[in-house]
């Protein structure tokens, strides 16, 4: 079958190009309102891959250069340096392993088992892992013995502009302290059970590795938690218009593309990841305590590798509960924690880890996502609008097929919906049960 195809290459050439041309063209179209039409999203889709080929070298920039983030800080300066080999030899095992799990899923992380390929890269890995683990404790043996202080913007001494230059400008991490206070009575954790505690919501039982379709009220029971719930914010226009997110657009020269709604109570949280997009994080009830990691200080950490994802997860689940067996190299990663409170406003770059614990008896904040100002795409970048903010994760997610698709859908609409309970993010994202299940079996890499 595979000769009879080569042998025909031209002719089975020009009936994908037929087809190809048949969807774009003459498949029937139906854009809802304010929505791009196919022929639009396929050219910004080319074109958003063809500029980041080039600046990107053709995909060499970040494979060879010896850093994830692009951005200097001074606090960088806190992490031990590994060396260039180990941090090349890290990026094939993640780009290989990443390929397979990303591209062929389970069954091709089976067969590379079966056949020996993920042995073999497991090995390789060890071996990497123990060299850097040698290097650490050589030349920092205290390790990281506390954890780096969040900078804290001065919002009534400064100005947008200076923010921008900042933080926006060369991405960094940082809050600003009781600037969305006038927003507390309004977004409380019994006022929004009140009054949409019967909307169908997507809902996580981190404790038992499950997500499921259920009503917003559920939450008054500590287990389950209202995570990146953008559907609320879709159907019901008023939160939006009462969170005025809008007001901080000078801050970021960009506008709000979609909010999402977090909703729970004392014990429920959020294990470490990162995602494609800026975020504007306001805390309306309760308290936050969140850990926070700097895209360059990656090598310390056990990501999944898996291309195609505009959001991931890594290991372990917090910067401060660890198993020094399983995951030594977490005593010499450089992270932040800051505590966020009502009226607060946490700002987080693309692809910087972070991982939250809820840590009061009620929960109730929001987080916004930035796209530029003419939308996603217009300016032939996507969410990150950024290409050095964090390299190695920008290249991971066009290298992987799931990303075509995923690009498409956002192109067309920035918070597109898979069904009536759930948007195409939601879907995709629900990654704190599956990190649950993965820490039990001690997940690596």
Same mark, same amino acid.
């Given at each position: 079958?595979?000769?009879?195809?080569?042998?025909?290459?031209?002719?089975?050439?020009?009936?994908?190009?037929?087809?190809?041309?048949?969807?774009?063209?003459?498949?029937?179209?139906?854009?809802?309102?304010?929505?791009?039409?196919?022929?639009?999203?396929?050219?910004?889709?080319?074109?958003?891959?063809?500029?980041?080929?080039?600046?990107?070298?053709?995909?060499?920039?970040?494979?060879?250069?010896?850093?994830?983030?692009?951005?200097?800080?001074?606090?960088?300066?806190?992490?031990?340096?590994?060396?260039?080999?180990?941090?090349?030899?890290?990026?094939?095992?993640?780009?290989?392993?990443?390929?397979?799990?990303?591209?062929?899923?389970?069954?091709?992380?089976?067969?590379?088992?079966?056949?020996?390929?993920?042995? *073999?890269?497991?090995?390789?890995?060890?071996?990497?892992? /123990?060299? =850097? #683990?040698?290097?650490?404790?050589? $030349? !920092?043996? %205290?390790?990281?013995?506390?954890?780096?202080?969040?900078?804290?913007?001065?919002?009534?001494?400064?100005?947008?502009?200076? *923010?921008?230059?900042?933080?926006?400008?060369?991405?960094? /991490?940082? =809050? #600003?302290?009781?600037?969305?206070? $006038? !927003?507390? %009575?309004?977004?409380?954790?019994?006022?929004?059970?009140?009054?949409?505690?019967?909307?169908?919501?997507?809902?996580?039982?981190?404790?038992?590795?499950?997500?499921?379709?259920?009503?917003?009220?559920?939450?008054?029971?500590?287990?389950?938690?209202?995570?990146?719930?953008?559907?609320?914010?879709?159907?019901?226009?008023?939160?939006?218009?009462?969170?005025?997110?809008?007001?901080?657009?000078?801050?970021?020269?960009?506008?709000?593309?979609?909010?999402?709604?977090?909703?729970?109570?004392?014990?429920?949280?959020?294990?470490?990841?990162?995602?494609?997009?800026?975020?504007?994080?306001?805390?309306?009830?309760?308290?936050?305590?969140?850990?926070?990691?700097?895209?360059?200080?990656?090598?310390?950490?056990?990501?999944?590798?898996?291309?195609?994802?505009?959001?991931?997860?890594?290991?372990?689940?917090?910067?401060?509960?660890?198993?020094?067996?399983?995951?030594?190299?977490?005593?010499?990663?450089?992270?932040?924690?800051?505590?966020?409170?009502?009226?607060?406003?946490?700002?987080?770059?693309?692809?910087?880890?972070?991982?939250?614990?809820?840590?009061?008896?009620?929960?109730?904040?929001?987080?916004?996502?930035?796209?530029?100002?003419?939308?996603?795409?217009?300016?032939?970048?996507?969410?990150?609008?950024?290409?050095?903010?964090?390299?190695?994760?920008?290249?991971?997610?066009?290298?992987?097929?799931?990303?075509?698709?995923?690009?498409?859908?956002?192109?067309?609409?920035?918070?597109?919906?898979?069904?009536?309970?759930?948007?195409?993010?939601?879907?995709?994202?629900?990654?704190?049960?599956?990190?649950?299940?993965?820490?039990?079996?001690?997940?690596?890499?």
């Amino acid at each position: 079958m595979l000769s009879l195809l080569l042998e025909q290459k031209e002719m089975v050439v020009a009936s994908l190009m037929g087809l190809f041309t048949t969807w774009l063209l003459l498949w029937p179209d139906h854009p809802a309102p304010g929505d791009r039409t196919r022929l639009r999203i396929v050219y910004l889709q080319a074109m958003i891959r063809l500029r980041y080929l080039l600046v990107s070298w053709c995909g060499l920039k970040p494979f060879l250069s010896p850093r994830i983030n692009g951005h200097y800080n001074k606090d960088q300066d806190h992490a031990v340096d590994i060396g260039y080999v180990p941090k090349i030899i890290l990026k094939i095992i993640w780009f290989l392993n990443g390929t397979i799990s990303g591209n062929l899923g389970v069954p091709g992380m089976v067969l590379s088992y079966l056949c020996g390929f993920r042995i *073999f890269l497991s090995l390789v890995y060890n071996v990497t892992h /123990a060299y =850097i #683990l040698h290097v650490c404790q050589r $030349d !920092k043996p %205290e390790g990281m013995e506390k954890f780096l202080k969040l900078p804290e913007y001065d919002w009534k001494n400064g100005s947008p502009e200076d *923010f921008y230059e900042k933080f926006v400008k060369n991405p960094r /991490a940082c =809050i #600003l302290r009781g600037i969305t206070k $006038d !927003k507390m %009575e309004e977004f409380s954790f019994d006022n929004i059970v009140k009054k949409y505690g019967e909307e169908e919501v997507m809902l996580t039982r981190a404790d038992i590795g499950k997500d499921y379709a259920g009503k917003l009220k559920e939450v008054e029971d500590p287990r389950v938690y209202l995570v990146n719930c953008e559907t609320l914010y879709n159907k019901h226009p008023e939160i939006g218009m009462a969170a005025n997110m809008e007001q901080f657009a000078p801050y970021m020269k960009k506008k709000p593309g979609y909010c999402q709604m977090f909703v729970g109570k004392n014990g429920t949280k959020t294990p470490l990841h990162c995602a494609s997009n800026w975020n504007f994080f306001t805390m309306f009830e309760g308290s936050k305590t969140w850990y926070l990691i700097d895209p360059e200080n990656t090598w310390f950490l056990y990501p999944l590798s898996a291309v195609g994802l505009a959001a991931t997860f890594a290991f372990p689940p917090f910067p401060d509960d660890y198993n020094e067996k399983l995951h030594p190299l977490m005593k010499w990663l450089p992270s932040y924690k800051v505590e966020v409170n009502p009226g607060d406003l946490l700002f987080v770059p693309p692809w910087w880890w972070h991982a939250v614990r809820n840590t009061s008896e009620k929960n109730v904040a929001m987080a916004s996502r930035w796209v530029g100002c003419g939308g996603v795409g217009n300016t032939f970048q996507f969410t990150t609008e950024d290409d050095d903010v964090n390299r190695w994760n920008d290249f991971m997610f066009y290298a992987g097929f799931k990303s075509w698709f995923f690009m498409h859908d956002i192109l067309r609409n920035p918070s597109p919906m898979y069904d009536e309970h759930t948007t195409l993010r939601e879907k995709n994202n629900r990654f704190i049960s599956s990190h649950a299940l993965a820490t039990k079996v001690g997940w690596r890499f």
